[in-house]
């Protein structure tokens, strides 16, 4: 499968903690793009890093992205209990493929 | 801001109906793809379409048909519904042709199937 593959499938923290989810595809690509998606509500684009990139802010959001491991990590600093949703990467190849998802739980 | 727009909402189809979800990107997107996420399941892409044309198919099933018009909306078109079919089906949009552009997406129509 050219599918992204998220770890872990479910983490549960303090708010206030950092959450980071990590990612592993299998295809070259030309960018990785993460996104959020609440409980059966609409998928919400977060951030994208293209493969030229090693590391990109966004207000709480920290993406590294390593082609050589083909690998990606998604950090949220200082969670809050609304950042509670499954977050999904995604790559391009040659069609769009998601992940699996990790359902991150932000205990208030 | 504009955002991608899907209608209905919702939808409720019997076995062996035929639905049509439509699309409508933000405004100057020439891209649209479509998606389905079953319950507890990942989003696959069924099938998008760059200027009026197709441009790449993924899992779509051979009941399914999409296409897009002048205006850039999109519609597909699922006929012979199955119980399997009900999801959250999804359209995104984005300029430029390639999966590599930011993908707007709407909110989903979500299809249940009796």
């Known amino acids: 499968s050219q599918q992204g593959e998220e770890d872990p499938q479910a983490l549960s923290i303090q708010e206030g903690e950092n959450a980071t989810m990590n990612c592993s595809y299998k295809?070259?690509?030309?960018?990785l793009q993460w996104y959020r998606q609440n409980s059966g509500r609409g998928l919400v684009h977060l951030i994208l890093i293209r493969s030229n990139e090693r590391e990109k802010h966004s207000g709480r959001l920290r993406v590294t992205l390593d082609t050589s491991k083909k690998s990606s990590s998604l950090l949220i600093t200082a969670s809050r209990a609304a950042d509670t949703a499954s977050y999904f990467c995604?790559?391009?190849?040659?069609?769009?493929?998601f992940g699996t998802g990790t359902s991150l739980t932000v205990i208030p | 801001a504009a955002g991608v727009i899907q209608s209905p909402r919702h939808l409720i189809k019997e076995k062996r109906e035929t639905a049509t979800l439509k699309c409508y990107p933000i405004?100057?997107?020439?891209?649209v793809y479509w998606y389905q996420q079953g319950p507890g399941q990942d989003p696959q892409f069924l099938i998008s379409?760059?200027?009026?044309?197709?441009?790449d198919k993924g899992s779509i099933p051979d009941r399914f048909s999409a296409q897009q018009f002048s205006d850039y909306h999109s519609e597909l078109n699922m006929s012979s519904l199955e119980l399997g079919d009900s999801a959250l089906y999804f359209c995104a949009s984005s300029f430029g042709g390639l999966p590599s552009y930011e993908q707007y997406f709407g909110p989903g129509t979500r299809l249940t199937v009796t």
């Open positions: 379409f760059y200027e009026k044309m197709q441009s």
């Open positions: 295809t070259s690509i030309n960018n």
């Open positions: 995604a790559t391009d190849a040659a069609q769009f493929y």
């Open positions: 405004p100057r997107h020439d891209t």
